[in-house]
């Protein structure tokens, strides 16, 4: 079997892809090879290819809107007073990015693109200024929208109906070659900050496609997971969970890890490698290079700042940075459970009891908790509410990590990436955040979650954006499973139960048969007690279980994370923006996950018996019980060699790797002292005796609407750096905040009694 995949000709040298060998060099079989097939059916069935006629669209508008910015840059030189020779040698470029120049994009999306202009083309007065206003005069430019604040600045619009996203870089150059090379270093000289953050997209998709040993198949594969990342609900940079880019990044490691594979494989060891991955070990396509330049790299050694990401994708150009900064460790902990469902999902599949289809399954998000936070936002016209709605997109998982931080970690967050719209109400949309108790707590007597000041807080950050206006308005409350607006389902009509069998009520089920049934019926009915209005009433909690959702718990990461890698688990909730738990309502799927029955032992993929001995197609019929043994036999070596990337050869960051174990054994001396992120009992029980002796909140329905604006004592940047950072790399105890967060412990008897 030659290693064609694995190596790349440079001048007659071989070349090794990736900072270590690759895990199995075995190529396909025929069973990767029909698998393979009917993934390349499903993914034209699904809509994921463009046709011949918007292929040649795009190319063309690209092509004018290369012609656009060579007139723009003429024009503002012959303002600038430059000699005619001058202004007919100085010259603008397009390049793209993302999902276009990687090859990966669908019909109606979006095109990255790239302005590079020479050193007298200013961003604000020339770019943001000449250019907006030549967009602003053509027929064919609709939805012109300049964002020239952002992190990286950007001119949106849309060109014949094509979605345009337009960066700019101003190089320190007199003029722009047609041949520009912009993966070279010396690129980087002399520009601004925000010059290098706009070429960092075109850098690193170049370096991408260099760095994966057959490109045809990194598309296929990338396609898949991008498509099943967002059926799971797991695709949004902005949410805290991964964009684009990041799922290329992590795409193409698996395919440096297995060169010689066909997507079918890929999609397999994609699951299996990244369920056993152990972070925060970074995942790198190549050696963090210090550059040359002093522009800052991601090296936890040296920044801080670094040391708190909790999963690290490293971008493979310079300057190397973390493209993965948003995730939080609740949504860490739901791509976690994520890989491995599709890890299971793979196994059963090469033993035929699964499909394409149960990997694809939407993930039920309505349907699977109990709790639920509901952000309302509106404004008087759409450009505001277009505003807006970016604005509190951008400040979304801000909720997320102070709610995380404010109890603990004990409250556990899921944020839905998408936005729902009411179409009875003008410029209005919702965005909604799921709920749940943390796995693994004790669960005590009239515990209650207090959230109120956290969501005051967020609201009083939101509305201190600089371009507010009258009438951007932001609502957060409480609401309940059942009582979950029509609006958010499909057609504006509430499912009836499921009765589809998914691969999650499927493996339910099963646990049930195995003798789960029994735990779970035990503390299947919990009362709920709660304030409405002043007064006390009595609730009784859902009699049903979901059966949606069955995700085994992430075993392989080290005591020190196991905070973060919880399953997910139910709380009781109550009023629009205090949670208050007398009791866990444990959801079944989720409490059955710590025994579920594995697929491990149903047998082998083919393709797996390939990777040690080379043949193709040579074991498409085999003796169950041996291809369970080799199968196995080949899981333990491509586990061992998982381990050993993530130790292995990469300098950039074995002193990060020594430094966490420092970091680590200093937190557990500071919670053996009583402080520190981690609550340890008895610091539990002190803010316990503390909260009892308080007089009992009384939970009020009142909207908190706001209609005006509010500020808040200092900036929110003061608080970000302490919300980033994970429990066990805080260096100093999280300050008490009354009354953020109150524990109440009564006698669920004597509550019974008094409602009665």
């Known amino acids: 079997m030659g290693s064609s995949g694995l190596i790349k000709s440079n001048n007659g040298q071989q070349q090794r892809l990736g900072i270590t060998e690759p895990i199995s060099l075995g190529g ?19 809509g994921l290819y463009e046709n011949q006629e918007e292929a040649v669209s795009r190319e063309e508008i690209l092509g004018r809107l290369d012609q656009i910015v060579k007139i723009w840059v003429k024009t503002i030189s012959r303002a600038k007073g430059l000699n005619e020779q001058l202004v007919q040698e100085a010259n603008a470029k397009i390049f793209t990015f993302g999902s276009y120049r990687l090859g990966v994009h669908g019909p109606g999306a979006d095109i990255d693109t790239l302005c590079v202009g020479p050193r007298h083309a200013s961003r604000d007065e020339d770019f943001f200024g000449e250019l907006h206003r030549m967009l602003s005069e053509m027929p064919e430019v609709t939805e012109l929208h300049p964002v020239p604040d952002a992190h990286v600045p950007v001119m949106k619009f849309k060109f014949n109906g094509v979605s345009i996203d337009l960066l700019y870089a101003k190089l320190a150059l007199w ?12 690129i980087l000289q002399n520009v601004d900050e925000q010059t290098v953050r706009s070429l960092n997209g075109c850098r690193v998709t170049d370096q991408i496609l260099r760095l994966v040993p057959n490109i045809q198949n990194f598309r296929t594969t990338l396609r898949c997971m991008r498509l099943w990342a967002k059926c799971r609900g797991v695709y949004s940079n902005v949410a805290g969970f991964l964009g684009g880019i990041n799922w290329a990044l992590l795409v193409a490691r698996i395919c440096q890890l297995f060169p010689n594979a066909l997507p079918n494989m890929l999609v397999s060891r994609f699951f299996r490698v990244y369920t056993q991955w152990r972070w925060p070990n970074p995942v790198l396509l190549c050696a963090i290079e210090e550059g040359s330049l002093g522009l800052q790299i991601w090296d936890p050694r040296r920044n801080p700042k670094d040391r708190f990401h909790l999963m690290p994708i490293i971008t493979p150009a310079y300057p190397c940075m973390n493209s993965s900064y948003n995730v939080s460790s609740s949504t860490l902990r739901i791509m976690t459970e994520e890989f491995q469902r599709g890890n299971e999902i793979c196994e059963a599949m090469e033993v035929s009891k699964a499909d394409w289809d149960t990997l ?8 699977y908790y109990k709790n639920y936070l509901q952000i309302d936002i509106s404004a008087e016209n759409a450009d505001d509410l277009r505003k807006w709605k970016g604005w509190v997109e951008s400040r979304l998982r801000q909720l997320t990590l102070k709610i995380e931080r404010h109890t603990y970690g004990m409250l556990q967050c899921h944020p839905h990436p998408g936005d729902f719209s009411d179409k009875s109400k003008p410029f209005h949309c919702s965005y909604f955040m799921g709920l749940q108790r943390k796995q693994g707590v004790p669960v005590n007597e009239g515990e209650q979650f207090d959230i109120r000041l956290t969501v005051e807080e967020f609201k009083q950050s939101v509305n201190m954006y600089t371009l507010w206006k009258p009438g951007m308005l932001i609502h957060v409350s409480h609401v309940k499973r059942r009582n979950i607006p029509n609006f958010v389902f499909a057609g504006g009509i509430r499912p009836s139960r499921p009765t589809k069998v998914t691969w999650d009520s499927k493996r339910s089920s099963e646990l049930k048969i195995s003798g789960n049934a029994q735990a779970q019926n035990s503390e299947e009915v919990k009362a ?3 304030e409405v209005d002043g007064e006390r009433k009595r609730k009784r909690a859902e009699d049903s279980m979901d059966n949606l959702r069955n995700c085994k718990s992430f075993a392989s990461f080290p005591p020190s994370m196991g905070e973060v890698h919880e399953v997910r688990n139910p709380i009781s909730t109550a009023s629009s923006c205090s949670m208050k738990c007398d009791d866990s309502e444990v959801n079944s799927i989720s409490e059955q996950n710590s025994e579920k029955p594995g697929l491990k032992s149903l047998g082998g993929s083919p393709s797996k018996d390939t990777e040690t001995n080379g043949s193709v197609g040579s074991k498409l019929q085999v003796n169950p019980i041996l291809a369970t043994a080799d199968t196995f036999s080949c899981k333990e070596a491509e586990k061992v060699a998982t381990e050993k990337i993530m130790l292995g050869p990469n300098e950039a960051h074995q002193a990060f790797l020594g430094e966490s174990e420092e970091l680590e054994d200093d937190l557990e001396y500071r919670n053996k002292k009583g402080f520190g992120g981690n609550m340890k009992k008895s610091n539990l029980e002190s803010s316990n005796s503390m909260a009892s002796a308080s007089e009992e909140t009384v939970i009020s329905n009142k909207e ?14 003061e608080l970000e750096p302490a919300e980033l950072a994970p429990p066990w790399l805080t260096a100093a105890p999280v300050p008490q905040r009354k009354p953020l967060i109150r524990l109440n412990f009564t006698s669920l008897g004597k509550a019974a009694d008094k409602s009665s």
Do not use: H, M, W
């Open 704 to 717: 908190t609407t706001c209609s005006t604006r509010l500020t808040l004592n200092g900036g929110l940047d």
């Open 360 to 367: 694809f399954e939407p993930y039920p998000f309505f349907e």
């Open 528 to 530: 709920v007690v709660f």
């Open 28 to 46: 396909p079989t025929d069973y990767d090879v029909i698998k393979t097939r009917e993934l390349e059916k499903y993914l034209q069935d699904a």
């Open 175 to 186: 003029g722009v070659p047609e041949d520009l090379d912009i993966s070279q270093e010396s």
